[in-house]
């Protein structure tokens, strides 16, 4: 069965008791996402206690979800926690490792082939251990959840840092490392701080070209990539109910782009609807029957600023739709301003590129708006001037817009319908270009746009956009074009405009699918092997790392100083990395490869101390490795900001990195370092992060002592001879110090597993 309605009935049972029981310790109303949150704790709790940005706490999610370039890794560490079979609800979505080249159909055999032996080990472990399995062409993780397992009220984790897309349909769904999952699935609490709320505030309706992702541009733009750090943003208001629940999943989506620890609407007609129509039909009547406690109490939304730590108000009669970039999701321009932006800063004016879909815009009301646009080309007489690819988000959209005619819009404008998955977003795109050095622009309706991100080219200026304003780009090709007043010349040689898209929320004849994709767990687990080959290039089974030696830790080489954004893409970069995320030891050689060395301002070139000469980033780290030393990587602001991508921590942990020390920590990142057995720590003052020479010894001193809230002493030794000592931060709670101590969390659960296996 596609999803697990028992468990929601049992989820739906409790929901208003625990709800009422926590209004009334808490005394005063709650917002939906305290609701949830106090909904799902993992043990009762004294909920005063809770200082939001400070405490941590237990909570018990109800499902998990990974793709497979992160569950290999999940699944791997699963396998040591000596669990015969999953805790909670699981699923597995082959989606990250398709690379878009020509088309659907030869893009997914050719993965089909390259992957076998990954997808083979990810079906037989979700088989053994009860996991459902998504086969490859079944669609991205996000849009699969959202049609088949999200549902109001619910919590959910997820190896992917757009797991929050799910808010559209009113869950707490929050990216996080494969350490936290393999936990979850082996029925531990999952620990979060209790985060900040923010609420936005929407009034007005959208009209036109504004579609539901010019508002997350828009409040990326006023958040900033950091922003929302720790919190969860929480939209209501009139203009919140007049958005579809795919429209509100892609807020919730890229959400993860200003840092928020998820977004979350709260329950309403629209997603009822929504429910409706992917045949959870008895869903819809368990939600409506306790409709109010899926809202946020009425007192919050009449007075919003006495619950939220900050509130944003967007009027969408107002707004405009938005193109965001370059190389940073938060660069957002109003559509009237881009041109203007466009030439001020020189940024190539031809458009060569558009491409929409992704988890982050793939709806049916998506593709139809955008269908729309393409279907006046043909009327028109328009040709596309850049190249225009589609990567459908689900077997079920694909299936439906197909049925519908809506690919053949796109077919006759000349766009390219790519597999289900998530291609050209993560870098598994063989893009055709001349000279992939040169500078050039290219327009998505995807949710991330970093330095190469897309393509692998340092010159790609990425935009980021709605799918039916990226359509109308990729008819201009030319960003200083503006859809809402400008005009195109056509093949008659006449002056055209482009009328407003138009398109439909829900398939008015509903959705259908051949072939979902779906693979559920094998009745009798007993008779599944997982198989490992030794030689395999692909997967290695991990071996545990070592425990803290007990002392202060001295002597650590300055492996690299990161200058300005350092993304967990500039860490352990994606594309054609992908294929190694099931071995540690192969994936290592990309560690920091995208970083900017401060020193020298390039990239993947450090010095090696004991020789004193330049190379790569990972060799350097191997070659101390070698010598039995230790070293340190230092960088800046929101260090590890992007993606869930536990591989990021994994890598320095096998290098023999000990610790990471920041101006400032992007959250999932800093959790990922905790669990792995690393030294997550922040300068006490900004600033001292000048004072860190390139051919600096550093020692770490205080973790005989090491204690919650209390700072750590670095020393520095320059190579002068002169030393100096700065204070540094973390925020290490009793357990994770534990996790420390004992080399990695997953340390503690194998001996907590082995202790009980030997009673
Ligand atoms: C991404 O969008 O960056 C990814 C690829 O989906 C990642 C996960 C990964 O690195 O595998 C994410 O967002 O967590
Ligand atoms: Fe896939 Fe891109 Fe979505 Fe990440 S953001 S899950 S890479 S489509």
């Known amino acids: 069965m596609a999803f697990d309605i028992e468990m929601i009935r049992k989820v739906y049972e409790e929901l208003p008791g625990k709800i009422e029981a926590a209004r009334n310790e808490v005394g005063r109303p709650l917002t939906l996402a305290e609701k949830v949150l106090f909904a799902h704790l993992h043990t009762d709790m004294k909920l005063q206690n809770f200082e939001r940005g400070v405490h941590y706490v237990d909570f018990a999610p109800d499902r998990v979800a990974m793709q497979d370039a992160t569950a290999q890794m999940a699944l791997l560490q699963f396998m040591q926690a000596g669990r015969p079979q999953v805790a909670v609800p699981s699923t597995v979505h082959c989606d990250h490792l398709i690379q878009a080249k020509t088309g659907a159909a030869e893009d997914l055999n050719a993965a089909l082939n390259t992957n076998k032996e990954v997808y083979e080990f990810l079906a037989s472990v979700c088989n053994k251990y009860g996991l459902g399995f998504r086969k490859p062409g079944a669609g991205i993780i996000h849009q699969v959840v959202l049609e088949n397992y999200a549902f109001p009220g619910g919590m959910m984790i997820g190896t992917d840092s757009h797991t929050p897309n799910a808010g559209g349909l009113g869950m707490i769904a929050i990216g996080v490392g494969g350490a936290d999952a393999s936990d979850v699935m082996a029925g531990l609490a999952w620990e979060l701080k209790w985060p900040k709320l923010i609420g936005v505030k929407l009034t007005g309706?959208?009209?036109?070209?504004?579609?539901?992702?010019?508002?997350?541009?828009?409040?990326?733009?006023?958040?900033?990539?950091?922003?929302?750090?720790?919190?969860?943003?929480?939209?209501?208001?009139?203009?919140?109910?007049?958005?579809?629940?795919?429209?509100?999943?892609?807020?919730?989506?890229?959400?993860?782009?200003?840092?928020?620890?998820?977004?979350?609407?709260?329950y309403d007609d629209r997603m009822s609807a929504y429910l409706k129509s992917t045949e959870r039909e008895d869903i819809a009547v368990l939600a409506d029957g306790i409709k109010e406690h899926l809202r946020a109490d009425p007192q919050v939304i009449a007075a919003p600023k006495k619950y939220f730590d900050e509130v944003i108000e967007i009027n969408l009669s107002e707004l405009e739709p938005h193109v965001n970039g370059p190389y940073t999701p938060d660069l957002a321009w109003p559509i009237s301003r881009f041109a203007e932006a466009v030439k001020a800063n020189n940024w190539p004016e031809k458009l060569e590129v558009a491409l929409i879909g992704s988890c982050t815009n793939s709806s049916y009301e998506d593709i139809s708006r955008s269908a729309s646009i393409a279907q006046q080309a043909v009327d028109k007489n328009l040709k596309a001037k850049a190249e225009f690819t589609i990567s459908p988000g689900s077997e079920l959209v694909r299936y439906t817009v197909e049925k519908d005619g809506w690919l053949k819009a796109y077919d006759n404008m000349g766009g390219i319908v790519m597999a289900n998955a998530c291609g050209p977003c993560i870098g598994q795109w063989a893009r055709h270009i001349d000279d992939p050095s040169r500078k050039n622009s290219i327009i998505t309706s995807f949710n991330r746009?970093?330095?190469?991100?897309?393509?692998?080219?340092?010159?790609?200026?990425?935009?980021?956009?709605?799918?039916?304003?990226?359509?109308?780009?990729?008819?201009?090709?030319?960003?200083?074009?503006?859809p809402l007043t400008d005009t195109l010349l056509n093949e008659d040689g006449q002056q055209v405009k482009l009328d407003e898209p138009k398109g439909y929320e829900l398939p008015p004849k509903g959705f259908s699918v051949e072939d979902p994709g779906y693979q559920a767990p094998a009745e009798d687990p007993s008779s599944v092997q997982v198989l490992v080959s030794p030689e395999s290039q692909r997967l290695q089974l991990l071996e545990p790392f070592?425990?803290?030696?007990?002392?202060?830790?001295?002597?650590?080489?300055?492996?690299?100083?990161?200058?300005?954004?350092?993304?967990?893409?500039?860490?352990?970069?994606?594309?054609?990395?992908?294929?190694?995320?099931?071995?540690?030891?192969?994936?290592?050689?990309?560690?920091?490869?995208?970083?900017?060395?401060y020193f020298n301002d390039s990239t993947d070139k450090v010095k090696n101390q004991l020789t004193g000469e330049y190379g790569p980033v990972p060799a350097t780290a191997r070659a101390y490795k070698a010598a039995g030393l230790g070293s340190i990587v230092v960088g800046d602001e929101n260090y590890g900001e992007g993606s869930s991508r536990e591989h990021a921590a994994m890598e320095p942990r096998h290098l023999g990195?000990?610790?990471?020390?920041?101006?400032?920590?992007?959250?999932?990142?800093?959790?990922?370092?905790?669990?792995?057995?690393?030294?997550?720590?922040?300068?006490?003052?900004?600033?001292?992060?000048?004072?860190?020479?390139?051919?600096?010894?550093?020692?770490?001193?205080?973790?005989?002592?090491?204690?919650?809230?209390?700072?750590?002493?670095?020393?520095?030794?320059h190579a002068d001879g002169t030393s100096e000592s700065i204070i540094v931060n973390h925020t290490y709670n009793e357990q994770q110090i534990e996790w420390f101590k004992a080399g990695a969390a997953l340390n503690i659960i194998r001996r907590n597993a082995l202790a009980a296996a030997q009673q």
Not at 224 to 251: L, M, R
Not at 471 to 478: E, S, V
């Open 546 to 597: 070592p425990a803290w030696e007990g002392t202060d830790i001295k002597g650590l080489r300055l492996l690299i100083k990161a200058r300005g954004k350092c993304t967990t893409d500039h860490i352990s970069m994606a594309g054609p990395w992908l294929k190694f995320r099931g071995h540690l030891d192969n994936i290592s050689n990309n560690m920091l490869i995208g970083a900017l060395n």
């Open 657 to 717: 990195v000990r610790a990471i020390l920041v101006k400032s920590f992007a959250r999932i990142h800093e959790t990922n370092l905790k669990k792995q057995g690393m030294l997550a720590l922040t300068f006490a003052h900004k600033e001292d992060y000048e004072k860190i020479l390139e051919d600096d010894i550093i020692d770490i001193e205080g973790l005989n002592h090491f204690a919650p809230g209390t700072p750590l002493t670095v020393l520095l030794h």
């Open 205 to 266: 309706k959208m009209s036109g070209w504004t579609a539901p992702k010019d508002i997350i541009l828009k409040v990326a733009g006023i958040l900033t990539v950091k922003g929302g750090t720790g919190a969860i943003v929480e939209y209501f208001g009139e203009g919140a109910d007049g958005i579809s629940a795919t429209g509100k999943a892609t807020i919730c989506n890229m959400g993860a782009e200003i840092g928020a620890t998820c977004s979350i609407f709260g």
């Open 449 to 482: 746009n970093f330095a190469k991100r897309n393509d692998g080219f340092p010159g790609t200026h990425a935009f980021v956009a709605s799918p039916e304003i990226v359509t109308a780009f990729a008819l201009a090709g030319d960003l200083t074009f503006n």
